[in-house]
Nanobody
Framework: QVQLVESGGGSVQAGGSLRLSCGDS????????MGWFRQAPGKDREFVAA???????SYADSVKGRFTISRDNAKNTVYLQMNGLKPEDTAVYYC?????????????????WGQGTQVTVLS
């Protein structure tokens, strides 16, 4: 059974940085395209970043140049480095795993989801 666990969330001042991690005890990550999504209060969940098995990446326009997704197969972990954080980045962030090969930017393309980690950016 795939269990994705996010960590690294917290509160930070605007302009600060956080690094989110997503791990899986079953070593599913190394065989999966991975993505990060987020959901702000009162809003739908939205795509943030994705990385394929070919290590190609895709980003939402709102985070391009500020966020970086990466994977460390040796550690079975996917990261989301978030720099230049803004109050509008405040949300619960979810990682997800897909059986696809390339970077997947839509929710329906993902089979497994973590429980989420809260990120709060203070103005």
């Amino acid at each position: 059974q795939v269990q994705l666990v996010e960590s690294g969330g917290g509160s930070v001042q605007a302009g600060g940085s956080l690094r989110l991690s997503c791990g899986d005890s079953g070593r599913t990550l190394i065989r999966s395209a991975m993505g990060w999504f987020r959901q702000a209060p009162g809003k739908d969940r939205e795509f943030v970043a994705a990385i394929g098995l070919n290590d190609l990446t895709s980003y939402a326009d709102s985070v391009k140049g500020r966020f970086t997704i990466s994977r460390d197969n040796a550690k079975n972990t996917v990261y989301l480095q978030m720099n230049g954080l803004k109050p509008e980045d405040t949300a619960v962030y979810y990682c997800a795993a897909s059986r696809a090969y390339g970077a997947v930017v839509v929710e329906v393309g993902y089979e497994y989801w973590g429980q989420g980690t809260q990120v709060t950016v203070l103005s």
